[in-house]
């Protein structure tokens, strides 16, 4: 039987980074990781735009490239179906291995409205964006369910078909911003390329009187920029229309027959949503969010989380003795600090997997462990419709039960600033454009210092508010 001192079951972002945690930190050690897709995902080009703040590109590599970081690595193409924690042993389909050490890193699934049907599809990694390239350039219309991150990708990216984009919220983009975002980004549907108009707006509110509602935040998975090289265009000559089906979910699919009765145009398949409305198109997106990878658990009885992922606690570890988790599949299960919390996002992953190394490696080694200052704040950059979108602690005001200030910064077409702010303390922000604010917001969400005396002034763009704090 082959054995390792470190076992990591997952090639994303979260098992590859722990491989290199621990080498980094022990590198005499040996390690065993096991993915059962044929390539591993490494994290290249990292840069830092603030202390926490991180950019970076993901890479599609062979497990060989790994031998340059690792170099007491061995990588198993294989998928594990059970796992022995008595005994120390994980079970793949074609051996046994034993371990010091496991960390689960097996990642998330999409979770499909019907997992049955042909004309369902989700977008995971490499063979799903396939399937959906395929699917995109013999269409006309497509119906996008879910309103997260890869719905606002989606309507955004492809060209040449007629979207509809079927939303519970009476919002886009829920998962991440709120009604003002969504709308700064409204004209960004249309598709039209408007100019970028320079009257700048100021404003300070109380939540009760803001204008709707602010959102609680609510193989491998892709890297940043998947669809940048991936021609997304349908087979209509136009620029994408997108119509918004706000408050409503799909009631039922509806098959060619009975769809074409219903409606007299010719679909292979439709969709009846909740709002009684009844669309024909040539396939479903199923945007809805991942459902963590666990089947070879079943049996050993971990503890489980109500969102279907491994219970860890402030040191990664699960229920079971000596085994972590890390990435997607995990849900953290400690007292957070004020301001962060967990999104199933590729830097949480990195951070994730990067600790856990840590974590096994003080438990081997007999040493104490402290908590990553990683875990202190909530940090996310992305893209959504062409605009760099930056989000630090308590974004949407998440369990700030709506008794919070907000300071709002408008451009129109430029920029949207958002911060939240707790008497006189800044919990969080949104930063939309290159609005170069990030590391005083940072800076000041960390400190917590009383921001009382500066007032709006705090967003006023005449003044490098960066000077009171040096
Ligand atoms: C389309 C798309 C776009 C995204 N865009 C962003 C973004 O812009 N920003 C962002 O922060 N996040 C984004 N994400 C989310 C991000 O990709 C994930 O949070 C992150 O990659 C999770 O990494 P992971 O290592 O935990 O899991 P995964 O990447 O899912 O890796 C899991 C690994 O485990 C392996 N595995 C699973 N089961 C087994 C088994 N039984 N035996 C052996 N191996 C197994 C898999 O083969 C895989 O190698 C996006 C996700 C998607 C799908
Ligand atoms: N740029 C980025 O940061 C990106 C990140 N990602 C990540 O990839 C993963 C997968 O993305 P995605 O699938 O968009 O997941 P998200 O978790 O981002 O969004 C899922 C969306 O689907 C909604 N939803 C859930 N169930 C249903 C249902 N039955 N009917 C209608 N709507 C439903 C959710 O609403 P509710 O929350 O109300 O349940 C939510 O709006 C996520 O971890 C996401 O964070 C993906 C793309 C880009």
């Not at 840069?47 to 970076?56: A, C, G, Q």
């Not at 790994?66 to 059970?82: A, F, K, Q, R």
């Amino acid at each position: 039987m082959k054995e390792a001192t470190f076992v990591i079951i997952g090639g994303g972002i979260a098992g590859v980074s722990c491989a290199e945690g621990i080498s980094f930190l022990s590198p005499e050690e040996s390690i065993i990781l096991i993915s059962s897709s044929p390539v591993i995902k490494k994290v290249t080009n990292l840069k830092h735009l603030t202390k926490l703040l991180s950019e970076f590109s993901v890479e599609e590599r062979s497990p060989d490239s790994l031998s340059e970081t690792c170099s007491l690595l061995t990588v198993i193409n294989d998928s594990v179906t059970s796992i022995d924690y008595e005994n120390k042993i994980v079970v793949t389909t074609k051996e046994s291995i034993g371990y010091e050490r496991l960390c689960i890193c097996s990642g998330a699934s999409p979770k499909l409205i019907d997992i049955a049907n042909p004309y369902v599809i989700g977008i995971r990694d490499t063979d799903s964006v396939q399937e959906f390239q395929k699917r995109v350039c013999s269409s006309k219309r497509m119906v996008v369910v879910g309103n997260g991150g890869i719905a606002t990708e989606l309507v955004h990216e492809v060209e040449g078909m007629e979207i509809v984009w079927v939303i519970k919220d009476n919002h886009i983009s829920a998962t991440f911003i709120d009604p003002g975002a969504a709308e700064f980004f409204q004209s960004s549907l249309v598709k039209s390329d408007e100019d970028k108009t320079a009257p700048t707006k100021r404003m300070k509110f109380s939540l009760s009187n803001a204008k709707g509602s602010t959102t609680e935040a609510g193989g491998a998975a892709l890297g940043p920029d998947w669809h940048s090289n991936v021609d997304l265009r349908g087979i209509l000559q136009q620029k994408s229309t997108v119509t918004v089906e706000y408050k409503s979910e799909v009631k039922r699919i509806i098959d060619h027959v009975e769809g074409k009765n219903l409606l007299s145009e010719d679909w292979p398949v439709y969709v009846e949503l909740t709002n009684g409305k009844i669309y024909g198109c040539d396939f479903i997106v199923s945007a809805t969010g991942v459902v963590p990878n666990t089947s070879f658990l079943d049996g050993t009885g971990v503890q489980l989380s109500s969102d279907g992922g491994i219970t860890v606690n402030w040191k990664m570890e699960t229920s079971l003795p000596d085994v972590y988790g890390a990435g997607d599949v995990c849900t953290a299960s400690w007292e957070p600090a004020p301001q962060w919390f967990q999104m199933r996002l590729w830097t949480q992953a990195l951070q994730m997997g990067t600790y856990a190394a840590k974590a096994m490696v003080m438990s081997i080694l007999g040493e104490e462990l402290l908590q990553d200052f990683a875990f202190e704040l909530f940090s996310h950059v992305t893209n959504f419709f062409g605009f760099k979108v930056i989000l630090l602690g308590l974004f949407n005001g998440q369990g700030l039960n709506n008794e919070y200030e907000i300071l709002l910064r408008v451009t129109k077409s430029s920029e949207y600033v958002k911060l939240i702010l707790k008497d006189g303390r800044m919990q969080g922000a949104v930063l939309i454009g290159d609005t170069d604010l990030e590391e005083m917001c940072e800076n000041l969400i960390l400190n917590q210092l009383d921001l009382t005396p500066f007032g709006e002034e705090l967003l006023n763009p005449d003044i490098d508010i960066d000077d009171y704090f040096d």
